[in-house]
């Protein structure tokens, strides 16, 4: 029911991606995660880098951090250092902000969302990108396997299996029926599971059982 998970019309698509300055031009693959080590944003870009070696894409990370954090000052250099040339290219775009907006929009209109994490509990933009019919490629780590079913609604890989990765998204992007069928499944995974209406009606369900 918040910002971040409302339906973005058509209208609000292109207004957003005009303001944000995403360019229309080639299918977009996006991490949205602090810039915390644990999210792995350097072994995303190495996945990237495998992608766009074989198809044409864009990767978005887009994150926060505190500006006391001194682990993700040192994680947003590093990043930087690896990824200049091709952020340089327009190839990675960095957003470094919390907007609600922002996040719905990339999770809409990206071909793939990634969550690389090397440790996870319930992964929220998960859940996000599959409510937005957006095929999630995630770490088979924490609580992700709850929320994905590998090969119906996602796909879930080692987090370290970078070749993993890098396959499935390539495979998602060529083959977007698959995909599509992929992000609708995400989606009723999430009607079925997590809307806070379905939670609240097994809450009264228990209250009636108890009285």
Known sequence: ???????????????????????????????????????????????????????????????SMATDDPEGIKMCSQIMKKAQ???DKKDI???????????????????VIIQKSLKEGFGLTVTEALWKETPVVASRVGGIPLQITDGKNGYLVDPLDYDGFAERIIYLLEN?????????????TVRE???????????????????
């Open 1 to 63: 029911m918040s910002t971040k998970n409302k339906k973005l019309s058509l209208k609000d698509i292109i207004k957003f991606r005009k303001k944000y300055k995403i360019p229309f031009d080639k299918p977009i693959i996006t991490q949205v995660s602090r810039f915390d080590c644990l999210k792995d944003p350097l072994g995303v870009i190495q996945v990237f880098k495998k992608v766009k070696s074989k198809i044409e894409c864009r990767l978005v990370l887009c994150g």
């Open 85 to 87: 040339n091709l952020i």
């Open 193 to 211: 599971k997590f809307l806070i209406t379905r939670l609240l009606a097994d809450y009264i369900g228990l209250f009636n059982e108890i009285i």
């Open 93 to 111: 775009i960095i957003f470094n902000v919390e907007d609600d907006i922002l996040v719905n929009l990339l999770q809409t209109i990206s071909s």
């Open 176 to 188: 977007p029926s698959k995909a599509g069928q992929i992000g609708k499944n995400g989606k009723e």
